[in-house]
């Protein structure tokens, strides 16, 4: 019997069927596989069955086959195993940079990782009660610039504004265009945050990824090398956690042991402190001083103080005395 012109995909389509359909608790048949391919106007008989799986085995595939009350094929081990396909699921759900649009049309490209009977655990898993998602969708090919960007080692011009109490978009500097060079991305507070030397100012300087507009990448090179030779970006975002400008200083802090956690996460592994009597600390680190470094301050509720030097902590009184001046 002359063979159909779809039998050159077979295996293609034999490969797909595991993958979508099959699953250690959900083996196919050789019956099933057989009705599987026939759909697609694939003829395939038992033994030919026996060979393809062969075939797809030594191509790469793990496939398993099940032997007892319900014999049948499936995929043993995956890509991403459905832990994994979990984790990004859950990721992607609850992170607010991303638009629910995105999110579900990620949230299904992600689904086809695991077999169809696995999809329907990981629809279970992934909803957020109450998440803020932004409205912003544009973040996504800033990111995918800035990214060519860095790696061609170029500068790029944009837009930068904020929201008025009507939603609409506010420029700063009255639309004029920032001129800067990237040097890498940083997560912080669910936000995604540019660090890049800034052309006019000759310094380095954060942004809002999802602030941005009208972003070119351009054929200039980038610049700052020579200010900022051994530049770090993880050492810049543990000093910019505020992601606000401000005075970088060496401050010593004096906590609790039972706290010591609170800094390391703070602050990274790096620190080193110092014992201060049986129950405390200390330990002296690079910071800008901000408001939301105060802040951090206050929400211990005393558990980790400032110790000096004496213009920080000047500073934080001057910062508590006009907060009790602005309440009512």
């Known amino acids: 019997m002359a063979k159909s012109s779809n039998q050159k995909t077979k295996l293609l389509h034999l490969s797909r069927m595991l993958l979508r359909q099959s699953d250690e608790e959900h083996p196919l048949s050789v019956t099933q596989i057989i009705e599987g391919l026939a759909r697609y106007d694939i003829r395939a008989e038992r033994k030919s069955i026996y060979d393809d799986m062969e075939a797809l085995r030594l191509f790469g595939l793990d496939v398993q086959c099940r032997k007892g009350k319900s014999p049948g094929w499936f995929i043993g081990s995956r890509e991403f195993e459905l832990p994994e396909v979990k984790l990004l699921m859950d990721a992607v759900q609850s ?16 689904e086809g990782l695991a077999s169809v009977h696995e999809a329907g655990q990981l629809q279970r898993q992934v909803y957020v009660s109450g998440r803020i998602k932004v409205m912003n969708e544009s973040i996504y090919y800033n990111v995918d610039k800035l990214h060519t960007a860095i790696a061609g080692q170029r500068a790029i011009t944009f837009k930068y504004f904020d929201y008025d109490i009507a939603r609409q978009k506010v420029f700063r500097q009255e639309g004029k265009r920032y001129v800067v060079s990237p040097y890498g991305l940083i997560w912080n507070s669910e ?124 500073a934080y009184r001057r910062r508590l005395s006009a907060a009790l001046e602005e309440l009512p």
Request: proline fraction near 4%.
């Open 95 to 110: 992170s607010r940079f991303i638009t629910q649009k995105k999110s579900d049309a990620l949230i299904r490209k992600l």
């Open 191 to 314: 936000n995604y945050y540019l660090v890049a030397f800034d052309h006019g100012h000759r310094e380095l300087r954060h942004y809002r990824v999802d602030k941005m507009a009208e972003l070119v990448v351009t054929s200039l090179d980038r610049e700052g090398k020579d200010q900022y030779p051994d530049f770090q970006l993880a050492q810049y975002g543990q000093k910019h956690f505020g992601m606000y400008s401000g005075q970088e200083m060496r401050v010593t802090l004096r906590g609790r042991r039972d706290k010591a956690h609170l800094v390391w996460d703070r602050f990274g592994q790096d620190i080193i402190m110092v014992p201060d009597g049986e129950d405390h600390f200390t330990v002296t680190l690079p910071v800008v001083i901000s408001p939301q470094f105060f802040g951090w301050l206050l929400g211990l509720n005393g558990s980790v103080t400032l110790a000096g030097p004496k213009d920080a902590v000047a």
